[in-house]
C-alpha cells in the first residue's frame, strides 16, 4: 500500500502524461505517459520498456513491447534484468525511440535508465542518477533499488575498479611523500 501512495504522489508532482528526454532516444515516464499513443508517435518512440507488474501493452499493434513483472519493493532483484533491458534499449534506439516506465516513472523504471546509463557511458551510480534525476525531478529508486546500483557500479570494468586504483595511486603517493 505504501509504494501505491507514493506512486499517487509523485503522480500530482509532475504533467505525467509527458515522458522525459533522458538522453537520444531514451525516455523515461510514467504508466499514464505510456498510454499517451499521439505523444508517442510525435516523439518518435517505437519501443516500450514497461518495468511493472499488471499493466499490460496498450497499443501491441503499434509498438514492440517488452514487460517486466517487477515490484517495487526493496527486497526485489531488479539487477538480474539489467542486461535484458539493456539489450531491449539499443535495439530500440537503432530504430527509433525506447519509453522506459512504471506506474509513476519513479523508481523502477529510473533505475533502469540509471544503470543503462552506467554501462553505456562509464558513469558512476551518483552521476547517473543525477543526471536522470535533471531531466525528471520526481525520480527516487527505493533503498533496495539504490544499493544495487552501487553494488553494479563495482561490476562494470573501469568504474568501480577505478576507485580502488585511484586510492591506491593517491595513497602510495603520499607515503612516499611524507
Known sequence: MDDLLRAVKATKDIKDDIPSQ?????????????NNKTLLKSLNITHILTVASSFPPAYPNDFTYKTLDVHDRADVNIAQYFDDCFGFINEAKRTGSVLVH???GRSRSATVVVAYLMKTHGMRSSKALNLVKSKRSVVAPNAGFILQLQSYEKSLPGIGARTDSWWQFAFGSWLRFS
Not at 24 to 34: D, K, M, R
Open 102 to 104: 512504471c506506474f509513476a
Open 22 to 34: 533522458i538522453e537520444e532516444g531514451l525516455y523515461l515516464g510514467s504508466l499514464e505517459a505510456a
